[in-house]
């Protein structure tokens, strides 16, 4: 899957690149980006998506990255896993977070487990 | 898969019943502890490790319970995603951090695949 | 999704079922292939394959439906748990073995989980 | 994520190293656990916890190893695949056990999608 | 989670039930759209998006529901498979179509998990 | 995990290879196979299945190809991806179409998040 670099991308594509670049104060465009531009559609959608989802709002930003490596770390995705690590890093992470992080989520995922396999009926109180 | 009631329990599931209701304050066990004594040594072993990992540290407990629920809801596991919102809820989630959290999840679980499937090499620079 | 009885089903149909009774010395079809029977190929080709997977070999049928109910957990298929459950009861898994089963199949769930956050890279040593 | 030798590793850390040389009766660490070792509090939860549920019990620990290869292939976790094959191995694992688990596996995540897809209930059997 | 019928939502949340109504001829709202109505950004973008993806296209909009149950089959979510499915038969799945799907999305989650278990490295050919 | 060569393999093994580069009209036979064939029977009821289930019927081929690649982001099957990717190709899948797939797969990923997040309960019209 060939990456699209900015010299080799049409006017939307180039159009995305050119406002991640602005927005993110950087002139790195991660592959993740140059891979969605085989489909511009997909990549226009994605990143006006990040951008609402991903922003400040009720939870800090550092907060929605911790949150997006469990998901990422859940579902096993590598890449994911490595580019939202640097970007928590670069928001405050420190190690001691990152430790509490996977703690956190390597005890869901056995607890999850746990209930499914013992078929836990969900409490009254926690119905609605 | 019958729930073990603290009237039927052993001493050494009254053990974590009683310092569970003490410690929570609370005179309810959720069923998943119930469900777990079956298996009084796993009870213990996860009673203990709830309280290391979920406890208050560099990260808030609000903000792990969070996490919780992420990697519950990325598993699809209804009890987990019941009893931790109602959890998150007693320990300060308002409605809108209930919605980011679930936008970030679903757009994480949504980039995971697109990253699958367009097989996006990890750039160089995430790599350690 | 209507089940398929045996009254209501092609002779196709009845034929498998007509098999499962006799080699499961049972007069009771589960609803799995009372559903499956919606496609009379599939029906024919999972009820083969289960009998050449999951009878004696060098594993021990117990042991196969432990392995069952494991990958059964991790996927959250309530159904399929409920099910292999009760056929590992009938073939003796005592409740100290589903303890530790639970226990193992929780753990491996954590630690999968912890080995992508943390990014491990394969020991030289377990590469071939 | 650089791995913790021995001579980099603190007190505590080191505690746990010594314990897992011991037991194992071995002087390798894998790289599991040099990875856990940036949060030693993981790491000591983690080791005891291992052995605390793949010790002998009523099940074998070559069963359990089976059974935690078939969770972390179900996850797709090819570090633990290829370090708890290589366990297994040591513990008496046949070629053709492999292939024999290999096939359980593969059938029970083709028949949990079946069952979801076709939303079978639960049999009124099987529901205690 | 209460759902938000019409008389109870907002103006953000009734333009978007209008145009959902509009669009799909209707004047029924699916249980999804009146539990994201919680959260009027999310509401809105999925709406939107989900126009975009899941209209015709090179691949019919009957091609693109099977698609999304063989995801939703594969995750196992079971409101997900229950409202795709009956959206595919209003765009004309049979009942062979059906069963096809079913047969295939169970042979690959089957082989997926042998291509994890065997840890079969990619061939050169399939590289790029 | 050895690759098992035409020149190494037993009879049985390479009735299967035989069979396969026949009906594909090749000489080229994929990784999977080759290391499925440490299990003969496996890679035979494997081999067989396939066949049969990804041939054509109500759906094309080429649509099959796309369910399984569906399967196999949603899994995050590296290998299978690649191998399925290519063979959709061969088949006539264009560029706009593997967008257009991706993008379905990225939101039925999301979505069926959001669903089992704001716990959606089935409408009565989807429950049979």
Tied chains: 1, 2, 3, 4, 5, 6.
Aim: net charge negative; proline share 2%.
């Amino acid at each position: 899957m060939k990456l699209i670099e900015y010299a080799d991308a049409n006017a939307e594509v180039r159009a995305v690149y050119d406002d991640i670049m602005t927005k993110r104060k950087t002139d790195y465009i991660n592959n993740f980006w140059k891979a969605l531009a085989h489909d511009p559609a997909t990549l226009k959608r994605t990143w006006e998506s990040i951008q609402q989802v991903m922003g400040a709002g009720e939870l800090d930003p550092l907060i929605k990255e911790l949150l997006y490596i469990a998901v990422s770390v859940t579902n096993g995705c590598e890449y994911c896993i490595a580019s939202h690590t640097a970007s928590a890093r670069v928001k405050g992470m420190s190690e001691g977070m990152f430790g509490e992080l996977m703690a956190v989520v390597g005890m869901a995922n056995e607890t999850n487990r746990l209930v499914a396999g013992y078929r836990v009926p969900v409490d009254e109180r926690f119905k609605d």
